[in-house]
């Protein structure tokens, strides 16, 4: 089969190699959507600059695929061949805290593998994938809304729920990636009566209003606070998330606020400096850091995707057979837009 390396020096290697077999308590998949993700550009395509969870270990890309098992191997005893699978984007020991409770993100184990990153994953062909790993897809959703869930749709749907998100909130979301459009989407979705959105690049911030992510939006700056204050009496927001993982990001969220309001940050890097006493004491504010989502709460958001007829393909915006693979990760690094996807026939 063949397989996309990412060697570094933003570049893309196709690469045939053997066809994986599924050992005890993995399947095979044959990949049908494969999604770029804005950590593979950041810590793998350019340089490879991660360590520990982001240390890329010259595997196969890609951790956010979608596809049908085609294969499973011995003690597999909820995924039968022809299931349509999304796969969470991570592997845990299965034993820990962390993983116990779904976050297989947060495995504490050396075992712990990231598809993509220390396992291979699926900007290929097939994918061996570990049961627990997978989640059934309703038939209401495509491949290619799959590959959208795990990392992208599955991390602003747990932050939200963080969150608490419901009818009674004005929700605000700084930085209009496709995870910032999936935090508008389904905030709408959750019940909030307004959803600003704020991004430093004119085309994220029309592609928001343009795929209904949003209702408003707001120039990233000095003004944006003062802004989104007048959009809202003076008061704020009660529920803000930063997807941005910039300082200006999360300070803008952390500032426009609500007293009593909740602050979700899920963007990564970078970092934060604050006024404690103004900036979260007095105003008695929740400050709250979500890592990626659990495997139950992406069940649990496939079912509700199809309930809602919501389609995170809607946020995808370029799309390449694996062939162009190396197409497609340019396109992905130099995108003002939103997701970039590997698709198979
Ligand atoms: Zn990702
Ligand atoms: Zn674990």
């Not at 998949?29 to 793998?44: E, K, N």
């Not at 809304?145 to 939200?160: I, K, M, P, R």
């Not at 007829?309 to 799309?319: C, D, F, G």
């Amino acid at each position: 089969m063949r397989g996309a390396y990412l060697p570094g020096n933003s570049t893309v290697e196709l690469r045939e190699v053997p066809d994986p077999r599924p050992g005890s308590h993995q399947v095979l998949v044959r990949i049908r959507a494969s999604t770029i993700c804005g950590s593979d550009l950041r810590a793998i395509y350019r340089q490879h600059l991660g360590s520990g969870a982001e240390a890329y270990q010259d595997v196969i890309a890609g951790h956010e695929p979608a596809g049908e098992v085609v294969e499973v191997g011995p003690d597999c005893h909820r995924i039968r061949v022809g299931a349509r699978v999304a796969v969470y984007h991570i592997c845990g020991c299965g034993q820990c805290d962390d993983c116990r409770r779904g976050y297989l993100v947060g495995c504490s184990s050396p075992v712990r593998a990231a598809y993509g990153w220390q396992r291979d994953g699926g900007h290929a062909d097939f994918l061996l994938a570990e049961e627990d790993t997978c989640v059934p897809l309703p038939d209401a959703l495509t491949f290619l809304d799959g590959a959208c869930v795990a990392c992208g749709f599955g991390t602003a749907y747990e932050a939200l729920c963080r969150g608490d998100v419901s009818g009674r909130d004005i929700v605000l979301v700084t930085g209009l990636g496709p995870v910032g459009l999936a935090a508008g989407l389904l905030a709408g979705k959750l019940g909030a009566p307004r959803r600003i959105g704020v991004d430093l690049v004119p085309d994220r911030l029309a592609l928001a209003l343009r795929l209904g992510a949003v209702d408003e939006v707001v120039p990233a700056g000095d003004d944006a606070v003062a802004a989104i204050r007048d959009l809202t009496a003076g008061r704020g927001c009660e529920v803000t998330v930063d997807t941005s993982g910039t300082a200006s990001g999360r300070s803008t969220a952390l500032r426009a606020t609500r007293s009593w309001g909740r602050s979700v940050m899920v963007g990564e890097g970078g970092s934060l400096t604050m006024e404690v006493s103004p900036m979260l004491i007095h105003p008695q504010i929740t400050l709250c850091g979500s890592w990626v989502t659990s495997t139950w709460r992406m069940a649990r958001l496939v079912d509700d995707l199809a309930r809602w007829e919501l389609h995170p393909e809607i946020t995808v915006t370029a799309r390449f057979p694996l062939t162009e693979a190396a197409h497609a990760y340019q396109t992905a690094d130099a995108s003002t837009g939103g997701k970039v996807a590997i698709v198979m026939d």
